[in-house]
């Protein structure tokens, strides 16, 4: 901690609604072995703390997914029936021929998607889905899970 945020505070980070007019895209894909994950159509209204923000998920509308026992996400109806497919019970994996497309920035800043705000870090890949849609994830986490497309 510096003078200035002991002072002042926290800087408010900057917030991203639409990809900025520079970015520089780059397309991927869900690996051929990226490992199942579980998921769940909520059931009612709720909130899901995640390790970025907190997301509203909808009632009989969004799925919840698990990654891992503190690891979370909420996706919308449509866009996860457009980008995922069963493989066992509960279980879903990403599909493979759906091409996504990322761009990084380097600075911190407060990603607005579907669900609600969540924090990016600088270098994070901020994604944009098939229906337009906006979320960030760690670079180290995203290599593992997408290849060049």
Known sequence: MNLFTL???????????????NASWKNVRATADHMPVRAR??????VTETGKGRLKARGGEDYIISYGPQDHAVIRKDVFEATYEPVGEDLY???????????TLPYACTVK????????KPGDWIMQGVEGELWP????????KYDPA
């Not at 002072?7 to 639409?18: D, N, Q, Y």
């Not at 159509?41 to 709720?46: I, L, V």
């Not at 998607?113 to 990016?120: R, V």
């Open 41 to 46: 159509r909520a059931e009612a209204d709720c």
């Open 93 to 103: 994996r990403k599909r493979t021929d759906v091409v996504f497309r990322y761009f």
């Open 7 to 21: 002072v002042f505070g926290e800087k408010p980070r900057r917030l991203i609604t639409a990809p900025p007019s």
């Open 137 to 144: 994830i760690p670079a180290e986490k995203a290599e593992t």
């Open 113 to 120: 998607t579907l669900e609600g705000p969540q924090q990016a």
